[in-house]
T-cell receptor, first 112, second 113 residues
Framework: GEQVEQRPPHLSVREGDSAVITCTYT??????FFWYKQEPGASLQLLMK?????EINEGQGFTVLLNKKDKRLSLNLTAAHPGDSAAYFC???????????FGDGTVLTVKP | GPKVLQIPSHQIIDMGQMVTLNCDPV?????FYWYKQILGQQMEFLVN????????KSKLFKDQFSVERPDGSYFTLKIQPTALEDSAVYFC???????????FGPGTRLTVL
């Protein structure tokens, strides 16, 4: 089955710095890709979805890059602020079932 | 954004008892999911459900687990009997179509003693 590897497991940056989280996946039939943010004790908040036809998506303060050739998905937080401190999870899905396979998560700490 | 509700938020029960976790999905969604997250660990897929049927389940979805959504009411996960290793946070999610973005509920923290 699908394997999703996420790096790094922990990341600490200063306010204003950028933070990059990367996931690699194994199933070439994966079609939908997601990034979720989870604050302590809370549920998952959808940050961005990326389809196989899209390579770069920009959100509020972050960029998502999908490289299908390398089976790599990355989340780049530009100018991180303390409110970005949370766990971030990538997730991969195949269209026909909707089952999400998650990465192990990255705990991001943004220091003032 | 779309809201998924889960009841209860916390449940403490003795090993061997039955528990039912309830999920109120986004109103026009047709696909429903349960995930399990042990503290500090990865979110893991349990089962997905569409049109009254289980579409796919993982190895974590043991024989003691069952799901249903009778007549458009709550989407439920029942565990009977519970075991110590069932202690975790269980998240419900829903989506409009398979593969589309899933919206997650706040989770039910289950503690089996």
């Amino acid at each position: 089955g699908e394997q999703v590897e996420q790096r790094p497991p922990h990341l600490s940056v200063r306010e204003g710095d950028s933070a990059v989280i990367t996931c690699t996946y194994t199933d070439p039939n994966s079609y939908y890709f997601f990034w979720y943010k989870q604050e302590p004790g809370a549920s998952l908040q959808l940050l961005m979805k990326v389809f196989s036809s899209t390579e770069i998506n920009e959100g509020q303060g972050f960029t998502v890059l999908l490289n299908k050739k390398d089976k790599r998905l990355s989340l780049n937080l530009t100018a991180a602020h303390p409110g970005d401190s949370a766990a971030y999870f990538c997730a991969v899905s195949r269209t026909n079932t909707g089952k999400l396979t998650f990465g192990d998560g990255t705990v991001l700490t943004v220091k003032p | 954004g779309p809201k998924v509700l889960q009841i209860p938020s916390h449940q403490i029960i003795d090993m061997g008892q039955m528990v039912t976790l309830n999920c109120d999905p986004v109103s026009n969604h047709l696909y429903f999911y349960w995930y399990k997250q042990i503290l500090g660990q990865q979110m893991e897929f349990l089962v997905n459900f569409y049109n009254g049927k289980v579409m796919e389940k993982s190895k974590l979805f043991k024989d003691q687990f069952s799901v249903e959504r009778p007549d458009g009411s709550y989407f439920t996960l029942k565990i009977q009997p519970t075991a110590l290793e069932d202690s975790a946070v269980y998240f419900c999610a829903s989506s409009s179509r398979g593969g589309e973005e899933q919206y997650f509920g706040p989770g039910t923290r289950l503690t089996v003693l």
